[in-house]
Every structure is written in structure tokens, then in C-alpha cells.
């Protein structure tokens, strides 16, 4: 079992920057990829970034087209913790964004229903 808690949201004006933290506590947090989803309201719950486990000193990272250049991912197995750098935030990145964990070797990355563990998910506004 794996329990994640997001910290880091709040409001803020288009153009502004965010950083998202999620702390993970239980099983060894290095053998999971980790993810980030948004959900706003009426809408899906969206893929917006992932980070795979540390292969060979370096993790891989992916992106959803729509924050690509905007937000980055990083991890620090020491911290079991994963950040999400939102920079140059507009009105439609509002939603509320969840921390996600998965263990498998291979996920689709974009999929929700690859990751095992969810965070309760922390609000974040865009106002413009």
C-alpha cells in the first residue's frame, strides 16, 4: 500500500507559477512511476505528466501536448516526493490535480487505469 498526499495548490493569475509536491509514504517509493492527472469540473480526469522509476541515474518524463514546455516533473526517491513545476499557468490548467502511483514496468502512462494509488487531489485556480 502506497499513500500519497498533494500539497502546493491554490490560486493564481494567468501567467503565474505553482509547484505541486506529492509525498508518498509505505512501500519503497523508488520502484513506482509516478504521475500527475487533473480533473476539472464537468471533464474526465486528463493525464498531464508522468516520471518513470530511476533507470541507470536518470528517470523518463512525458507530457501531455497542452503543458508541454510549461510544466515539468521531477522526483527525489531520497524525499519520496514528486514535484510538478507549473510555469506560465493559464485559466484552463484550473482543475484539481492528483498524485498517482503505479508499479508496473511498462504503464501507459497516460492512462488512469494503469496507476494503482491516488492522492485525494489539491485545487489549483487560474484566474485571468
Known amino acids: 500500500q502506497v499513500q500519497l498526499i498533494e500539497s502546493g495548490g491554490g490560486s493564481v493569475q494567468a501567467g503565474g507559477s505553482l509547484t505541486l509536491s506529492c509525498a508518498a509514504s509505505?512501500?519503497?517509493?523508488?520502484?513506482?512511476?509516478m504521475g500527475w492527472f487533473r480533473q476539472a469540473p464537468g471533464k474526465e480526469r486528463e493525464f498531464v505528466a508522468a516520471?518513470?522509476?530511476?533507470?541507470?541515474?536518470?528517470?523518463?518524463?512525458y507530457y501531455a501536448d497542452s503543458v508541454k514546455g510549461r510544466f515539468t516533473i521531477s522526483r527525489d526517491n531520497a524525499k519520496n516526493t514528486v514535484w510538478l513545476q507549473m510555469n506560465s499557468l493559464k485559466p484552463e490548467d484550473t482543475a484539481v490535480y492528483f498524485c498517482?502511483?503505479?508499479?508496473?514496468?511498462?504503464?501507459?502512462?497516460?492512462?488512469?487505469?494503469?496507476?494503482?494509488?491516488w492522492g485525494q487531489g489539491t485545487q489549483v485556480t487560474v484566474s485571468s
Open positions: 516520471i518513470s522509476q530511476i533507470s541507470r541515474y536518470s528517470a523518463r518524463t
Open positions: 509505505g512501500r519503497t517509493f523508488s520502484n513506482y512511476a
Open positions: 498517482a502511483a503505479t508499479y508496473d514496468d511498462a504503464p501507459r502512462y497516460y492512462r488512469t487505469d494503469d496507476y494503482h494509488y
